[in-house]
């Protein structure tokens, strides 16, 4: 322990022992009276209009049940009408009947990546990222060397206004 640290501590304690001997500062009284008022206005409120888990129990189910058989009746409409296969079967089709279009777009996307990567010689796949890479590096550091111009080391310009 150093000296230094020694004077540091002793001066906290001080510090810290003349902040404890301050009265607690009081609320301001248009702060007190607005947030009573806003605890009555929230105490006033109809229960629906509430958080929902301040909601009687009965309505909090009835809600959870209403929007299980909303979210079963839109997978099912939305589904083709398959006969003769069983219920696990129908959900699987179900399922991929909701997923074709992202399985579209994911299988196109893959195809044009498979032509470009074949259509553009390696060197030049190679060369792009190299050049990415050092335009990263490139931002880093001029993002670096203007944070230490403008924040690390304020100019005594700065520290007079």
Do not use: K
């Amino acid at each position: 322990m150093t000296p230094h640290d020694d004077q540091d501590e002793r001066l906290d304690r001080v510090l810290r022992a003349a902040l404890e001997q301050l009265p607690p500062r009081p609320a301001p009284s248009s702060l007190e009276s607005r947030v009573l008022g806003e605890l009555r206005r929230r105490a006033a409120l109809p229960w629906w209009r509430r958080s929902f888990g301040s909601w009687p129990l009965p309505a909090q189910l009835a809600l959870v049940a209403v929007c299980a058989v909303l979210v079963g009746v839109t997978m099912l409409s939305g589904a083709p009408a398959l006969a003769g296969i069983s219920p696990m079967e129908n959900i699987i089709a179900m399922a991929l009947t909701w997923a074709h279009p992202a399985i579209v777009i994911f299988t196109s996307a893959s195809g044009l990546a498979r032509v470009l990567t074949d259509t553009i010689p390696p060197a030049w796949l190679y060369g792009g990222l190299g050049l990415t890479v050092c335009l990263y590096a490139v931002l880093l550091g001029l993002s670096a060397a203007g944070y230490h111009f403008l924040y690390a080391h304020p100019s005594p310009a700065r520290n007079q206004s």
